[in-house]
DNA sequence: TATCATTGTTCCATTATTTGGAACTTAATT
DNA sequence: AATTAAGTTCCAAATAATGGAACAATGATA
């Protein structure tokens, strides 16, 4: 149901919103638009409570619904997200540093942002082919196997992250993926002393990374950036040296969000 | 508060998710993070409320709360958008058409559709500079100053226009910026006639456009796709010139949808 | 074409959630 | 320290959501 096998979902108690989020979440994650009965079988409810739901989520524009009957994703979605990416501070700030990185490296690039269990990537800047937006843009990938997401870890104080990794469902996408909480903890802890990570074809067979963890000082966000590419190109050791830059972004990224913001966050 | 002087909120009555949506429109639309009392004003509700409304929307990563107790989007809305970009049939089927369209003129191309009073922008292909994503994509602009807004009304039945245009609050974006529903309603009938619409530097001065119509058979998506460029290098005749190209390349994308979807719809 | 099965929609008494005023806590200001 | 403003919690009353069942529309089958 969803290519990363993991969701974003997470059963709070939020009342009414709670449910349709459900919902939401329910239909965004889906491979292709789905019809009433698909959901009502997803979703469990009873038909009334579930075609008064949808009926709602589609009135608001949050869904849609074509002439077959089937339900989309709806279009004020990309309108709330074009908001929320333009006029998001970390990634304003970390912009040109990314496309720094991206020039002194010849590399891809990318910025992103712990969110539950997910990381969230929030920018990404490549060579010259043009960049398919949304391509990776506000995909959410699991923690525990890119590069970013165990950079961002290694940023949470010791009880958080045991929670965290408690909660955890391992999906082994190559023969490197972590599958256990320990070695991943062991690994996290290494990362916390060392200041940056790497995805040793953790996520992606093939593709390798070095990200260094990034934070506002308000711990709103907790992410990383990291450098990307194919494994032939990119060899351990070159990743190591590499680790050296990565860092040096990343705390001009950090020194700038205290210019920026001021000294109180 | 929105640069285009438009707005997506529409006070439907979806109970509690309507009220949601509206603070999450407030949030969304404002031009940077609001504090609790910002929005008390500017919502007009009992403090109890709007306080636990807002906790409900933070819960669900809809808003995010940083540490000076200022709410801005929130990253779950870039999850859900990338999503439903990813997906919708009506972008990936115009694509190739899109990419043909700018090499053989090798101006900017757009694609949009109509949603409620405005044009949400789902892909626009650019030359050889690296596209800022999200730049245009998923934007909302008005439907009465742009070239694909004029081009999606022109699909409307006589009466949904009349009613569309009787709730239109224009805003005069330049000197050529309808202002009107009258004239707009002439220019209108006249683009349905011959199938292609201009813009001609009706939203951003120095801008023009050529543009036309398309739409999928159950009227799901009705919008369209165009050509824009300075005004210095797209002069009028030319535009004129292009309006053959950009209704051939609609015509093949709406052909590739009936072959995609079949002929059902 | 008539019949049956499936899918989707509406209704309304019951149940659960939201509401909003006020009391309360915390932070900022004089 | 006193005062004001900002943010949070509480609970009886008002409102909205629920879910079972009846109803309608669609589509498959004989």
Redesign the pocket.
Not at 203 to 226: K, L, N, Q, Y
């Given at each position: 149901m969803n290519s990363n096998g993991e969701s974003t979902a997470q059963a709070r108690e939020t009342?009414?919103?709670g449910?349709l989020m459900v919902l939401l979440d329910l239909v965004t994650h889906a491979d292709a638009p789905l019809?009433?009965?698909d959901i009502l079988a997803l979703a469990g409810?009873?038909?009334?409570?579930l075609?008064?739901?949808l009926t709602?989520l589609v009135e608001e524009g949050l869904l849609e619904l074509d002439g077959d009957?089937r339900y989309a994703p709806g279009l004020r979605l990309l309108d709330f997200a074009a908001r929320s990416w333009a006029r998001n501070e970390f990634r304003l700030i970390a912009e040109p540093h990314l496309r720094d990185l991206q020039q002194a490296t010849g590399e891809t690039v990318h910025l992103g942002v712990l969110r539950g269990q997910s990381i969230i990537y929030l920018d990404k800047v490549e060579g010259r082919q043009p960049v398919r937006m949304y391509s990776q843009i506000g995909n959410a990938s699991p923690c525990y196997c890119t590069g970013v997401g165990k950079a961002a870890l290694s940023l949470l104080p010791a009880e958080s992250l045991v929670d965290l990794l408690a909660g955890l469902s391992f999906t082994s996408f190559t023969a490197s993926t972590h599958i256990s909480a320990e070695t991943l903890l062991a690994e996290i802890r290494e990362i916390a002393d060392q200041g940056y990570a790497f995805d040793r074809e953790e996520h992606e067979a093939g593709i390798r990374c070095v990200a260094a963890p990034v934070w506002s000082e308000d711990r709103t966000f907790m992410g990383g950036i990291s450098i990307t590419g194919p494994a032939y190109r990119l060899s351990m050791e070159l990743l190591h040296q590499w680790s050296v830059p990565v860092q040096l972004a990343a705390g001009r990224i950090m020194e700038g969000m205290r210019i920026r913001l001021g000294p109180r966050r």
């Amino acid at each position: 149901m969803n290519s990363n096998g993991e969701s974003t979902a997470q059963a709070r108690e939020t009342g009414t919103l709670g449910k349709l989020m459900v919902l939401l979440d329910l239909v965004t994650h889906a491979d292709a638009p789905l019809r009433f009965t698909d959901i009502l079988a997803l979703a469990g409810q009873p038909r009334g409570t579930l075609h008064r739901q949808l009926t709602h989520l589609v009135e608001e524009g949050l869904l849609e619904l074509d002439g077959d009957g089937r339900y989309a994703p709806g279009l004020r979605l990309l309108d709330f997200a074009a908001r929320s990416w333009a006029r998001n501070e970390f990634r304003l700030i970390a912009e040109p540093h990314l496309r720094d990185l991206q020039q002194a490296t010849g590399e891809t690039v990318h910025l992103g942002v712990l969110r539950g269990q997910s990381i969230i990537y929030l920018d990404k800047v490549e060579g010259r082919q043009p960049v398919r937006m949304y391509s990776q843009i506000g995909n959410a990938s699991p923690c525990y196997c890119t590069g970013v997401g165990k950079a961002a870890l290694s940023l949470l104080p010791a009880e958080s992250l045991v929670d965290l990794l408690a909660g955890l469902s391992f999906t082994s996408f190559t023969a490197s993926t972590h599958i256990s909480a320990e070695t991943l903890l062991a690994e996290i802890r290494e990362i916390a002393d060392q200041g940056y990570a790497f995805d040793r074809e953790e996520h992606e067979a093939g593709i390798r990374c070095v990200a260094a963890p990034v934070w506002s000082e308000d711990r709103t966000f907790m992410g990383g950036i990291s450098i990307t590419g194919p494994a032939y190109r990119l060899s351990m050791e070159l990743l190591h040296q590499w680790s050296v830059p990565v860092q040096l972004a990343a705390g001009r990224i950090m020194e700038g969000m205290r210019i920026r913001l001021g000294p109180r966050r």
